[in-house]
């Protein structure tokens, strides 16, 4: 989390922009922070986009304002009530709306049948919210399982098995007390708020308990029903032990990976290194720092990742639906497009501009202008959201700002909007495709149509 989640930064750094609540930025060599915030939003219009917003946010639109501190947003005609259709522009930009407000919140997502979000508060405990209802008992609190220490840790993701309305099975993403990243399963109750904590079973589990850092964070099915983890390096400045490209190894990477009901995992025959001497057979793509965040665009199936960079660069990494097999992303040769020359040996010696080793990021953004530590978003695919529908959506944990690209080609450019959030921690998707944000300050937001009447 560099926030290194790479969110953090360990103090190998010195440079501290400013003080606020953080994921610690962890650009190795640095310990930067940067401030936990963030914004969600959702406005009610009569059109049938919205309906599904609207049910869940509930009617308090105006009553919460645009979204508080860190946060800026856009007073649209909404607030005052829709005006008739032909004054309204097709959503022409977005808004961020305060929905709530949680202890360190992680992740948020929505199960399927909508009406309710699940919020991951990073010390290790799962709240519901009804509309703008935060419910007293939370749907999982695991707390004394989870390490907060080291700036990284803690409490990341969670994600909802492809047959969740059935068998109720989720899965949860976090650093146990002796420093291990673990997945682990659970059961809901007969209660759809309340899971079942004595359910747990444990999927998978990464020894890490060199450095505090570089943990990853994201759990997640793809298009394929099969369940992609994104482990970091494993931490320390400058990959000291070269694991994002060793295979023998399942940190820098990305898993794939198949559960199993009752605890444990299979590995799909199609991964690219099963049956290779020597290599980890889980290993979907290699060659990652830490892919804290990474998403499926619900749409086409195409992978997207975002991982966090140490000293100069922070990278979105693509394949389309089908590819991306046994890719090497490059870290730790490369960050970004740049040679990386770590100042501790070994180094990797001068590298050819041609060298074949890696897939090229799509996208990069430079800390030369306040980026520290990329969290990933994901493609809009919420039609009300027109002015970022097709775009991917992404920020930093140091820097406010919240940016949109076109991803496809062989390189995208950021674009940046005028929504910002101090101290963002992730962005999440409901099972309607809605978009939301979280800040580690504690506000959760969606993300909405900004209407505005039509000029005159």
């Known amino acids: 989390m560099r926030a290194d989640l790479g969110l953090q930064r360990p103090a190998d750094r010195v440079r501290r922009p400013r003080e606020q609540p953080r994921l610690q930025a962890d650009r190795e060599g640095r310990d930067r922070g940067a401030a936990p915030t963030l914004t969600s939003a959702l406005v009610r219009r009569p059109d049938r986009h919205l309906a599904p917003v609207a049910a869940l946010l509930g009617v308090l639109l105006a009553s919460c304002g645009g979204g508080g501190g860190s946060v800026r947003t856009t007073r649209s005609a909404t607030d005052r009530g829709a005006p008739p259709a032909s004054r309204v522009n097709p959503a022409r930009g977005v808004r961020l709306v305060k929905i709530a407000t949680f202890d360190s919140p992680t992740y948020v997502t929505g199960p399927p049948g909508g009406g309710r979000l699940f919020v991951v508060e990073r010390n ?177 199936g195409d992978l997207v990742i975002a991982d966090v960079g140490q000293n100069d660069w922070e990278e979105v990494d693509f394949a389309k639906r089908g590819q991306g097999r046994g890719a090497n992303y490059g870290w730790s040769p490369y960050e970004g497009f740049a040679e990386f020359h770590p100042t501790a040996p070994p180094d990797y010696g001068p590298r050819p501009r041609t060298e074949p080793c890696c897939v090229r990021p799509v996208l990069v953004t430079s800390h030369k202008k306040g980026n520290c530590a990329i969290i990933g978003g994901y493609v809009v695919r919420d039609r009300a959201l027109t002015a970022l529908y097709g775009r991917y959506v992404f920020g930093d944990n140091c820097n406010p700002a919240i940016y949109k690209a076109k991803l496809g080609g062989k390189r995208a450019k950021p674009h940046r909007t005028r929504l910002q959030v101090s101290g963002l921690s992730s962005f999440g998707e409901d099972a309607a495709g809605h978009l939301y944000a979280t800040s580690l300050q504690g506000p959760v937001y969606a993300l909405a149509p900004d209407y505005r009447p039509r000029p005159r």
Request: proline share 8%; no cysteine; glycine share 12%.
């Open 124 to 300: 290790g405990v799962i709240r519901v919210l009804h509309g703008r209802r935060k419910l007293v008992r939370p749907f999982l609190d695991i707390s004394k399982q989870v390490s907060v220490g080291g700036g990284e840790r803690g409490m990341f993701s969670m994600e909802f098995a492809p047959d969740y309305v059935r068998s109720g099975r989720f899965f949860v993403y976090f650093t146990a007390v002796n420093g291990d990243v673990r997945i682990t399963e659970f059961n809901r109750s007969a209660n759809p708020d309340v899971a079942i904590p004595t359910s747990e079973r444990d999927v998978i589990r990464l020894p890490h308990s060199e450095k505090p850092n570089h943990n990853g964070g994201t759990v997640k099915f793809g298009p394929d029903r099969k369940l992609y983890i994104g482990p970091g390096d494993g931490g320390g400045a400058n990959d000291p032990h070269r694991r994002g490209q060793k295979l023998s190894t399942r940190l820098g990477k990305l898993l794939r990976i198949e559960p199993r009901p009752g605890g444990g995992y299979d590995v799909p025959q199609d991964n690219p290194f099963v049956g290779r001497a020597a290599a980890r057979p889980e290993i979907w793509a290699y060659g990652l720092r830490n892919p804290y965040r990474f998403s499926f665009d619900r749409l086409t």
